[in-house]
């Protein structure tokens, strides 16, 4: 599975984003699929994650982010509301057969990054 994020950009505090992650490959709709983010000088963190399950987010952007997929179109996604200047960060999407979505280290493939940045 090949992940290519995009959709990142520069953004006002309050405004909003949509990130976009196109997987190549078969069998993406048995995957678990989820966003992680990374600022500089921090590890990387968990945001959001959907499997067939349901939907998973972390405190910070619970109530201001949606992730979504598309499972003809191979695409998942994250809607990026009431954006904040902590939201800075390199977002990358990833992909695990798990099931265990929550923890980066259970990702088989990421997708290369994408720049988000929030200003103030």
């Known amino acids: 599975v090949q992940l290519q994020a995009s959709g990142g950009g520069l953004a006002q505090a309050g405004g909003s984003l949509r990130l976009s992650c196109a997987a190549s490959g078969r069998s993406f709709s048995n995957y678990g699929m989820g966003w992680f983010r990374q600022a500089p000088g921090k590890e990387r963190e968990f945001v959001a994650a959907?499997?067939?399950?349901?939907?998973f987010y972390a405190d910070s952007v619970k109530g201001r982010f949606t992730i979504s997929r598309d499972n003809a179109k191979n695409t998942v996604y994250l809607q990026m509301d009431s954006l904040k200047p902590e939201d800075t960060a390199v977002y990358f999407c990833?992909?695990?057969?798990?099931?265990?979505?929550?923890?980066?280290?259970?990702?088989?493939?990421w997708g290369q990054g994408t720049l988000v940045t929030v200003s103030s």
């Open positions: 990833g992909a695990t057969a798990t099931g265990r979505v929550l923890m980066a280290r259970e990702y088989n493939y």
């Open positions: 959907i499997r067939w399950s349901g939907t």
